[in-house]
């Protein structure tokens, strides 16, 4: 089965700060041809600054929008019990599953019993995916944690982003059958795919999924000295608008190619204009026209 592509969708902002649904749609409809579904309410879409009013409007603008396409929804938070309303509403929505997010803010105490009930409760609700992001959650969870959550009922698979692949085989040797592997780094995307992913959910995706695409496609003939140098710029303006630049860099670099964008939320500020240069010359360097 050819590799899935998901776009972990950007929140739009308008010149009000506001969030601009008409720009999701917007960018739903353009990304739409060339990936396989969306991640709504993802770290690329700031879900950590929206209102539970905003979070809902995302979601049904993205369903209303993406046809046949998979919709996840990421719903976790800090509470279990904010993370299954939110789940329960995703899934009236149609979301085709939930993603949840490691809560974090008490470490510490978070491991073991604790977090396998929180995914257990997510589990009962919809299909459910543990997403593993420690750069920005602080929480690294090892093999064995993984396997044990991977256990629980309702929890078929995970995004992670961490881009560890010795992580990935480990986990790959002893979960259960049939259990999801999504790689959350685009520059990682053909390694993973090499160790058994099912594909990716990267913030590349919202960027140049075409080109992507096309990477995965080489690799799948067994062209791989192709896939690879098609991999090469890819990889650099994945590593400039996740690890280097973060959300601004993604926002700004989405804006410049004529996607709905805005600039991220505050305290977050846009970059600076040597960023936007680095930016600038790595779409440069993948051929893609740029927005004037």
């Given at each position: 089965?050819?590799?899935?592509?998901?776009?972990?969708?950007?929140?739009?902002?308008?010149?009000?700060?506001?969030?601009?649904?008409?720009?999701?749609?917007?960018?739903?409809?353009?990304?739409?041809?060339?990936?396989?579904?969306?991640?709504?309410?993802?770290?690329?879409?700031?879900?950590?600054?929206?209102?539970?009013?905003?979070?809902?409007?995302?979601?049904?603008?993205?369903?209303?929008?993406?046809?046949?396409?998979?919709?996840?929804?990421?719903?976790?938070?800090?509470?279990?019990?904010?993370?299954?309303?939110?789940?329960?509403?995703?899934?009236?929505?149609?979301?085709t599953g939930l993603l949840a997010v490691t809560p974090h803010y008490y470490t510490p105490q978070l491991k073991g019993p604790a977090l396998q009930a929180y995914y257990r409760t997510i589990g009962?609700?919809?299909?459910?995916?543990?997403?593993?992001?420690?750069?920005?959650?602080?929480?690294?969870?090892?093999?064995?944690?993984?396997?044990?959550?991977?256990?629980?009922?309702?929890?078929?698979?995970?995004?992670?982003?961490?881009g560890n692949l010795a992580l990935l085989t480990e986990i790959l040797a002893s979960c259960p059958a049939g259990f999801r592997y999504y790689v959350g780094s685009g520059g990682a995307l053909l390694?993973?795919?090499?160790?058994?992913?099912?594909?990716?959910?990267?913030?590349?995706?919202?960027?140049?999924?075409?080109?992507?695409?096309?990477?995965?496609?080489?690799?799948?003939?067994?062209?791989?000295?192709?896939?690879?140098?098609?991999?090469?710029?890819?990889?650099?303006?994945?590593?400039?608008?996740?690890?280097?630049?973060?959300?601004?860099?993604?926002?700004?670099?989405?804006?410049?190619?004529?996607?709905?964008?805005?600039?991220?939320?505050?305290?977050?500020?846009?970059?600076?204009?040597?960023?936007?240069?680095?930016?600038?010359?790595?779409?440069?360097?993948?051929?893609?026209?740029?927005?004037?």
């Amino acid at each position: 089965m050819p590799a899935e592509i998901l776009a972990p969708l950007i929140s739009p902002r308008d010149a009000k700060g506001r969030l601009d649904l008409d720009g999701l749609a917007a960018n739903v409809a353009r990304l739409g041809p060339d990936v396989d579904g969306f991640l709504v309410l993802g770290s690329s879409g700031e879900y950590v600054y929206l209102s539970e009013r905003e979070r809902m409007d995302a979601v049904r603008t993205v369903m209303e929008g993406a046809g046949d396409r998979t919709v996840f929804v990421q719903v976790g938070s800090e509470t279990t019990e904010s993370s299954a309303a939110l789940a329960h509403e995703a899934m009236q929505y149609g979301a085709t599953g939930l993603l949840a997010v490691t809560p974090h803010y008490y470490t510490p105490q978070l491991k073991g019993p604790a977090l396998q009930a929180y995914y257990r409760t997510i589990g009962a609700i919809g299909p459910t995916y543990l997403y593993h992001i420690p750069s920005y959650t602080g929480m690294t969870l090892d093999v064995r944690e993984i396997l044990d959550i991977a256990a629980i009922p309702g929890v078929v698979g995970m995004k992670d982003s961490t881009g560890n692949l010795a992580l990935l085989t480990e986990i790959l040797a002893s979960c259960p059958a049939g259990f999801r592997y999504y790689v959350g780094s685009g520059g990682a995307l053909l390694a993973a795919m090499a160790h058994g992913a099912v594909g990716t959910i990267a913030a590349l995706a919202n960027l140049v999924p075409a080109q992507m695409r096309q990477a995965v496609s080489l690799f799948e003939r067994g062209r791989m000295a192709e896939a690879a140098e098609a991999q090469r710029p890819l990889a650099r303006l994945n590593a400039l608008v996740t690890r280097r630049y973060g959300i601004p860099g993604l926002k700004y670099a989405a804006g410049r190619l004529g996607f709905a964008a805005g600039e991220p939320v505050p305290p977050l500020q846009p970059v600076t204009s040597a960023a936007a240069a680095e930016i600038d010359a790595a779409i440069a360097d993948l051929r893609v026209p740029a927005a004037g």
